[in-house]
């Protein structure tokens, strides 16, 4: 009530809530609140910091090689403990695809399409040197036992010899069908008798197979 309010003694400590005094006291209050409010905040961002941080870190190598590339090329800067490697400009660097140097070793000399080497590799052993058939086709290429002593290639598993004979064999198909790629890839496959046999690539799923995987390979890397 009012009358209780202003018998309060000047120097009682109550009479520091009245008036002016009083609401000069809130406005402390309120300053104290807002700072431990903003110390808060930055103390919840730093941890919120912190977390996402460890989650960063607890992430598996393969999980973060599996993610897509970035918007923006990697900066030459890049921190020591960034995990990738960026190549400076004018440093030579190991080829990505492998067998390239001797695929367009085989390409050159024989005029052929490194792209249609390259592919024929990938789809036949997908590039394992050691790779058999069940029908004893060895190597990158997949040279028959017949062929191998035609071209007369002494270690089929040898991945020079390999290329290079597969390559030689190919320039000889492309050469029969007038370099029709498609036939001479169905006498790869399915061998130039059945070729001739049906006038055209046989009909077999497996050659039909082979030859649209070949074919995609080369749609999908047009200037590589």
Not at 18 to 24: E, K, L, T, V
Not at 40 to 63: C, D
Not at 120 to 130: H, L
Request: overall charge positive.
């Amino acid at each position: 009530m009012p009358a209780e309010r202003d018998s309060v003694p000047a120097g009682h400590p109550l009479a520091l809530r009245a008036g002016g005094d009083r609401r000069s006291g809130e406005r402390r209050a309120i300053s104290r609140i807002g700072s431990d409010r903003r110390r808060s905040q930055r103390r919840r961002q730093w941890l919120g910091h912190a977390l996402l941080t460890s989650l960063t870190i607890a992430v598996p190598a393969s999980a973060s090689a599996a993610r897509s590339q970035p918007l923006s090329p990697p900066s030459r800067h890049a921190p020591k403990d960034a995990g990738t490697i960026v190549p400076l400009p004018g440093i030579a660097t190991t080829p990505q695809r492998p067998y390239e140097d001797l695929i367009i070793e085989a390409a050159e000399t024989y005029g052929l399409e490194p792209r249609l080497l390259r592919a024929i590799v990938e789809v036949e052993s997908k590039f394992n040197p050691r790779a058999v058939s069940r029908g004893g086709a060895k190597g990158l290429m997949q040279l028959r036992p017949i062929l191998q002593r035609e071209l007369r290639i002494r270690n089929p598993f040898d991945p020079r010899q390999n290329i290079m004979g597969g390559a030689r064999y190919l320039r000889r198909l492309l050469d029969r069908h007038e370099g029709d790629i498609r036939l001479a890839l169905a006498s790869y496959n399915a061998g130039p008798r059945n070729v001739t046999r049906y006038g055209g690539v046989p009909p077999f799923q497996e050659t039909v197979k082979y030859i649209e995987r070949i074919i995609d390979i080369l749609e999908q890397s047009p200037n590589s």
